[in-house]
Every structure is written in C-alpha cells, then in structure tokens.
C-alpha cells in the first residue's frame, strides 16, 4: 500500500473539516461571543505549536507502525494493551461520535421522519465498503471529493457576502482575551488535537520533513476555511442568534435568496457535509481497525470492520440523550481531548528520548 503526501493532505483537511464545520461556530461564540474569529486564529497558532512534537515522535518511529512504537516503548504485552485503550477511547471513541452528529444533522435539518438509524446503516455501509476495496482505491475517491467540495464551498462563501453586516462583530476584545482564548481550546480539542492520529500514516510518509508539511498544510488550509465559515456565520446571523442554533452553518446559507431566484442552496452543505463526514469516518475506521489489527494479532484488519461498525452502530444512540447535552458534552470534550492529542503524545516522546539513551 501507498498513499502520497498529497492524497494524505486532503484527506486530513477533508477530516478536519468533517462535523467540525457545521458546530464549532456555535460552541465558538457561546463562549467568544463577538470574538468567536478570534478564536479560530488562537486555535491555529495553538495547534501550529505541537506541529514539531509529532514529527519529533515520527523520527523516533523511523517509519514502524504505531504498534511496533509502542511495543518498543512499553514491551509486548504493555504496548498491545495501550494502544487498545487508546484505539477505543480517542480514535473509535470520535468514530461513534461523529456518527451520532452525522444522525442529529440529518433527521433534525433534512429529513426528520427518516429515523436515525437508518442514517448510520447507510454511512456504515458506505465507509465498510471503501475500506474493504482498500485504501489506495479509498484516498484517489478522496481526491475526487475535495475539488468539488472547495467548488461547492466557495460558491456558498461568495453567495453570503452580501448579507454581511460587519458591525456585528464590534467591538473587538469586548471583554478582553480571556473569552476568545477559552473559546480557542474546542477548535484545537475538535478538531486539530486529532493530529496525533496521523501518526497511523508514518509507514507512509518517507520522512519526519513530509509529515511536518501534511500537518503545516492540512492545519492552515482547514484553519483558513473555519475562519471563513467563522466569521461568515457571525456577521450574517450575529453572536447571539450562532450560540443558540446547534448548526448555525447550515442556517445561514438558508438565507441567501437573490430575486426569489438564487436560492435554497443548503442542499450544498449538506453535500459538502456528506462527502467530509465520509473522509472523517472512514480515516477514524481505518486507523480502528487497523490498531486493534495489529494489536490483537490479526493479520487483516478487514475482519474487524463489520464488529466495528456494529459497535458503533448501537453505541450512536447512546453517547448522548439530545443535542442539549451536547453543548454540555462539548465544553468538557477538550480536557479529554487533551490528555490524548498532547499529554500522551509528550510522554511518548519523553519515554522515547530515555530509550534512545539507554540504547
């Protein structure tokens, strides 16, 4: 198998942008308010900092897999059982997550008497199935997707302009750094902390100066479009219309209407959406899948595509009752975030430098 740097940059900018595109405006600005901009500039500045801590971790890998990385670290049995419990609690974790976001958006905005589960069926199926083809037939569909979903997205942004009321977002740093700095921490949590997992791909790349610039690329990219989608939603709906919808993206193109013509375009988004949900969940199931692989001793990571699926498939319904919780399981989600995308990315460094020196 071989990906490019090229086809792994935009799956990661496809990922990035994901479920994140259509909630992070309104956790933004629940907390930023006007400054919600603000903080997506944080985010990226956060996240640009931890950029040569994996590829320091790349270099001590030397192009293994995580699971050898691990089983050097830590031993045989103490590797396999680490990274289980990190392929379930952060990566299929965000994989049953994101499935349930994928339900709400759809049975709540597009078609409400469809039920959810007939939404994840279809997705599963769909993320199975490019998997079971392989990756390489999986990252040329993704390079495919990406044209058409910037085409799609930069007529949406460039409809929206006229409706831009700019002093909504006046005045700037109301109530000083500290709201646009807190507001920071959910986009870096959800989701740029999910960088580590792309440490999955180092057999891939051909060196820690390649992995440096898919990260570097995908980050601003991806960064760039928040902002867009950021600001967009902020000055077109205001501050406090965005804190209280739970996917003010998807709202605001609805009010794009030119000469009762030009109009309904939130069709788009959805499009969109689908086709980056789609690169979201299949890297999530991928790296799932091919974790516990090799974790448990299995030569294929194929046969645990459909145990997983049908895990995730039951566990949707359950992460959480409403999407009123979800504002609460929000702003908890960047401390659990963290403990994974930073706190144990700096100790497998540390524990790698002591190991290289004992050798």
């Known amino acids: 198998m071989y990906v ?3 086809q792994l940059t935009l799956w990661i900018i496809l990922y990035q942008l994901g479920s994140s595109m259509l909630i992070i405006p309104a956790g933004l600005a629940a907390v930023a308010k006007q400054d919600a901009w603000l903080a997506v500039i944080i985010a990226i500045a956060i996240s640009f ?19 050898l990385y691990f089983q050097a670290l830590f031993g045989n049995v103490g590797g396999r059982t680490l990274l289980s419990l990190f ?3 952060f990566p299929f974790l965000i994989f049953i ?3 349930r976001n994928l339900g709400d958006f759809v049975t709540t905005s597009i078609i409400p008497q469809t039920p959810a589960q007939v939404i994840y069926a279809i997705m599963l199926f769909t993320v199975v199935y490019a998997l079971y083809l392989g990756i390489q037939p999986l990252v040329r569909s993704v390079e495919i997707f990406f044209p058409l979903a910037m085409f799609l997205m930069l007529i949406l942004i460039v409809s929206v302009i006229p409706n831009y009321k700019v002093d909504q977002i006046l005045p700037v740093l109301e109530h000083g750094w500290k709201p646009p700095i807190r507001a920071s921490l959910l986009l870096a949590a959800f989701p740029f902390m999910e960088s580590v997992l792309l440490l999955f791909f180092v057999p891939f790349v051909e060196s820690g100066k390649i992995l440096k610039k898919i990260l570097i690329k995908s980050t ?3 960064g760039i479009f928040f902002f867009i989608i950021t600001g967009s939603v902020l000055v077109v709906l205001s501050p406090e219309l965005t804190e209280n919808l739970v996917f003010p993206s998807y709202f605001v193109i609805r009010t794009i209407s030119f000469a009762s013509f030009y109009e309904r375009f939130e069709v788009l988004v959805a499009v969109i959406w689908f086709i980056s949900m789609f690169c979201r969940l299949s890297l999530l199931m991928y ?5 516990l692989s090799e974790s448990l001793s299995i030569k294929n990571y194929r046969s645990l595509l459909i145990p997983l699926s049908g895990i995730a498939f039951i566990m949707a319904d359950v992460v959480w009752p409403n999407l009123t919780y979800l504002n609460e399981f929000i702003t908890i989600w960047p401390s659990y975030a963290m403990v994974f995308g930073y706190v144990l990315p700096i100790l497998l460094w540390v524990i790698g430098r002591i190991k290289t020196k004992q050798t």
């Open 4 to 6: 490019t740097s090229r």
């Open 49 to 67: 900092l931890f950029i040569p801590l994996y590829v320091a971790i790349s270099n001590q890998m030397k192009m293994k897999s995580v699971f």
């Open 87 to 89: 392929i379930f609690m």
């Open 97 to 99: 997550l994101t499935l």
């Open 220 to 222: 601003m990219i991806s």
């Open 287 to 291: 790296i799932s899948a091919k974790g």
